[in-house]
């Protein structure tokens, strides 16, 4: 997309930007981001992700209720045919005049580059290779799991790491069945989950009995590495991901609802479709089984620095998803009334969860409901050279705390810390 203007620089010259340009100077490194919604035709949405309620089947009935809203995407939802051409693609906002104009954020950063996500990520991935998004459904998700990238490169994709964390702003009910299934019970038998995909077609295939679930908790979350099964269930959840869309559904009944074969079947190159034995190659084996599994898996939120230094500055900065080397997520406090500078050394998204201010040039706020295709001050994208230098944040309330979530690429170098 490369939409002209002019516009004087500081020599006076005349000099010629497109909308990318422009946004990354008008946001002085930081662009603003409009709402993505994803509707899936398998979903009854959880209604917790502030869409008006008269719009959560604003796209026909047929294509399903709405109960995503992807963070920072250049990642196409894979929806069916019916899917519209900008799926789950994120747009910057640009003010061109006295007009709003829209750049998708893939074509900001194809043209702006490490300018835009910093050199070593656009070196190494030419791409900006993770999203996040909020995950809303009323109800459980089937046993699935994600493929590594050695499977996925079967069927032309790349494999998939995932994590979850549960915001607290978005969980005042935690919807029918707030409990995930993670991996496999020790002691289970290759043969017995074997067992279980020959009987897919035949009802409930019983795989969650082998399996073993934990109560979910509001402002804590989980990591899930491709080839562990996984039945997540229905908090409503910010979940920070590799850019892949590769999975299969091991789970033939959930919620009283059949999953469609074809689903178990969905990340394997035709050749293998009818081998069993293939389907349980995609498991990681050990680390279904692993008997630490809360212990390894489970992530308690964990400060980035020493409490007591960070509130005495006027907020609290936790990392909520560390534990995946494709992806990593921080929740940021900044406390009423409160003027911080956060640096980080990566670029990242954000998303507003609480309260309003001021973030650099921009007013942030945090809307009660948004209407579908209606703009909003509660997404973001910032450079790695604005993370660097500094984001200037300014609470502007009295009583409410400002919250943000973080969503950071491959590769953290503050994590590493
Ligand atoms: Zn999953």
């Not at 994120?90 to 005049?97: A, E, K, Q, T």
């Not at 829209?102 to 070593?120: C, M």
């Not at 699935?144 to 549960?166: R, S, T």
């Amino acid at each position: 997309m490369e939409t002209l203007s002019l516009s004087q620089n500081n020599n006076g010259k005349t000099a010629t930007l497109s909308l990318a340009q422009k946004a990354l100077e008008q946001g002085q490194g930081i662009l603003r981001l409009a709402p993505t919604w994803v509707p899936r035709s398998f979903c009854v949405p959880g209604r917790r992700i502030k869409l008006h309620p008269d719009d959560y089947y604003v796209l026909g009935g047929q294509r399903g209720g709405i109960d995503e809203r992807w963070l920072s995407s250049t990642t196409p939802a894979k929806n069916g045919p019916l899917t519209g051409e900008h799926e789950g693609l994120s747009f910057v906002v640009v003010n061109d005049g006295d007009k709003g104009e829209k750049v998708l954020l893939k074509d900001a950063i194809d043209e702006l580059k490490g300018e835009l996500i910093g050199d070593r990520i656009w070196n190494e991935y030419q791409s900006w290779p993770m999203y996040s998004k909020f995950f809303d459904n009323m109800g459980p998700l089937p046993h699935h799991v994600h493929h590594n990238d050695e499977k996925a490169a079967l069927i032309g994709q790349k494999g998939k790491p995932e994590a979850y964390y549960f915001p607290p702003q978005l969980n005042n009910h935690g919807g029918d069945f707030p409990y995930t299934f993670i991996g496999i019970a020790p002691g289970t038998t290759k043969e017995q989950i074997r067992e279980c995909l020959v009987n897919f077609t035949k009802g409930d295939n019983k795989i969650t009995n082998y399996s073993q679930a934990y109560k979910l908790e509001p402002g804590t979350g989980w990591d899930v590495p491709p080839g562990l099964l996984h039945a997540p269930g229905s908090m409503c959840t910010y979940e920070p991901q590799k850019a892949s869309d590769v999975f299969a559904m091991y789970q033939s009944l959930v919620n009283e609802a059949i999953i469609p074969e074809e689903l178990l079947w969905n990340g394997s190159p035709k050749e293998s479709v009818g081998d069993f034995d293939s389907l349980i190659d995609v498991l990681d084996w050990e680390l279904n089984v692993d008997p630490n599994t809360m212990e390894n898996r489970f992530m308690a939120p964990k400060p980035v620095k020493p409490v007591e230094e960070m509130k005495a500055e006027g907020y609290i900065e936790n990392w909520v998803c560390y534990k995946s080397d494709a992806f990593s997520a921080k929740e940021l406090t900044v406390f009423p009334g409160e003027t911080v500078v956060i640096k980080d050394s990566a670029a990242y998204g954000l998303i507003m969860m609480q309260g309003h201010g001021q973030m650099g040039v921009w007013d942030i706020e945090t809307p009660a409901l948004i209407r579908y295709g209606q703009l909003t001050n509660d997404e973001f994208f910032v450079s790695e050279k604005a993370a660097k230098d500094g984001v200037k944040i300014v609470n502007l309330s009295a009583t409410d705390p400002i919250v943000m979530l973080k969503h950071f690429g491959p590769n953290n170098p503050d994590l590493a810390k």
